[in-house]
Structure formats: structure tokens, C-alpha cells
């Protein structure tokens, strides 16, 4: 089945500075890359996703990119601040509807 | 803007017991999950749900759990006889169609001592 790898698992930077997440997926298949942010005591968030026909996609300070060939996915956020604070979690999904997740990042944006 | 609600926020229940989560999907949503996340780890999906059947579930949804939804707007997830390692959040969550995005609702706690 498909498996998602996410790292780093913990991210320390300065405001204002860029933040990058990574993710890798196994199934070939998989056609559908959320990223969910989620903060203490909450449920996910969705904060952006992609399609696998597109290779990038941007929303303000976030930005998400897709390398179907080599099965990696990224989330970009620039200019980072203290809210931006929480634990994000990437997920890939195929045809079928259920989400696998990745094994979350921890960012800290230090005012 | 809608929102999928889930009640409790907490449950505390003795191990054997029966609990019944609860979630009110969002409502023009038409497929419904569950997923559920042990303290610190990732989010697992448990089961997917689509016109009144389960579209799809996971190994952790055995015969101890079932999922129901009793009307039009509550969307339930019973746990016959809970054991420790049921110990987790329980996560609700809806989309419109099965390809489109999930939306999850804040979380029932659930600790089995």
C-alpha cells in the first residue's frame, strides 16, 4: 500500500525566514497531495493541495510543488511567522478516498 | 463558514466498554471518514463511508468498531469493548465527493483506562 515519508520531523527558523517541507510517496498512483497544518488540541487544517497535473501551486506565502517522476512533494512557506507555529502534516491519495499521511513536522518560527 | 462538529471533545471510558463518538459532517458534504491519531504520531485512516456502506476500511477497523449514520445529519463511530491502545484521537472527517478535499472536525479525545 502506499506509504508517505515527511521530513524534517522538527524545523526551527527565524521569522521571516523560508520554511520547506519534504515528502516522498510510493504509490505511482497517487494522484492527490493535501498539506494539513494542525495545532495543539486541533483537528487538521487544510492549507493547500495539488493535483498531479499540475506541477506547482501557489497561495500567498505558501507554495506547493510536485515531482511525479520522482514521487516528491513539497510545501514552501515564505516569510515565516510566530503563527505560523504548529505541527503540518503532508497526505497523498490515489482514486480510492482515503488519505495516507506523513509522519508530521514540528515548525518553530522564533520572533 | 461550515464546519464538522464532533461530541465529545472528551471521553474518558473504563477498558471493555462500549463508546460511541459522534460527528455532524458538513452538510451537502456525501462521503464521511474516520481517522484517528495516537498521541504524537501521524494520522491513520480508519474507514471511509458512502451512501449508507463503508467504501473502504483499514487492518486497525476490526470487528470491535462499526460506524453508522442513524439520520440525516449524524455520522457516528461505535467502539464495542475498548481496549488501552484504543486510546487516541478521533478525528471526523467529510468532502463533497470522494476525490475532492476532507475536511476534518476538531477531534473526540478518547482515554481508555
Known amino acids: 500500500g502506499e506509504n508517505v515519508e515527511q521530513h524534517p520531523s522538527t524545523l526551527s527558523v527565524q521569522e521571516g525566514d523560508s520554511a520547506v517541507i519534504k515528502c516522498t510517496y510510493s504509490?505511482?498512483?497517487?494522484?492527490?497531495f493535501p498539506w494539513y497544518k494542525q495545532e495543539l488540541g486541533k483537528g487538521p487544517q487544510l492549507i493547500i493541495d495539488?493535483?498531479?497535473?499540475?506541477g506547482e501551486k501557489k497561495d500567498q506565502r505558501i507554495a506547493v510543488t510536485l515531482n511525479k517522476t520522482a514521487k516528491h512533494f513539497s510545501l514552501h512557506i515564505t516569510e515565516t511567522q510566530p503563527e505560523d507555529s504548529a505541527v503540518y502534516f503532508c497526505?497523498?491519495?490515489?482514486?480510492?478516498?482515503?488519505?495516507?499521511f506523513g509522519t508530521g513536522t514540528r515548525l518553530q518560527v522564533f520572533p | 463558514e461550515p464546519e464538522v462538529t464532533q461530541t465529545p471533545s472528551h471521553q474518558v471510558t473504563q477498558m471493555g466498554q462500549e463508546v460511541i463518538l459522534r460527528c455532524v459532517p458538513i452538510?451537502?458534504?456525501?462521503?464521511f471518514y474516520w481517522y484517528r491519531q495516537i498521541l504524537g504520531q501521524k494520522v491513520e485512516f480508519l474507514v471511509s463511508?458512502?451512501?449508507?456502506?463503508?467504501?473502504?476500511k483499514s487492518e486497525i477497523f476490526d470487528d470491535q468498531f462499526s460506524v453508522e449514520r442513524p439520520d440525516g445529519s449524524n455520522f457516528t463511530l461505535k467502539i464495542r469493548s475498548t481496549k488501552l491502545e484504543d486510546s487516541a484521537m478521533y478525528f471526523c472527517?467529510?468532502?463533497?465527493?470522494?476525490?475532492?478535499?476532507?475536511?476534518f472536525g476538531p477531534g473526540t479525545r478518547l482515554t481508555v483506562l
Open positions: 472527517a467529510s468532502s463533497r465527493d470522494g476525490a475532492d478535499t476532507q475536511y
Open positions: 504509490d505511482s498512483a497517487s494522484n492527490y
Open positions: 495539488i493535483r498531479s497535473n499540475v
Open positions: 497526505a497523498a491519495s490515489s482514486n480510492t478516498d482515503k488519505l495516507i
Open positions: 452538510s451537502n458534504h456525501l462521503y
Open positions: 463511508f458512502y451512501n449508507n456502506e463503508i467504501s473502504e
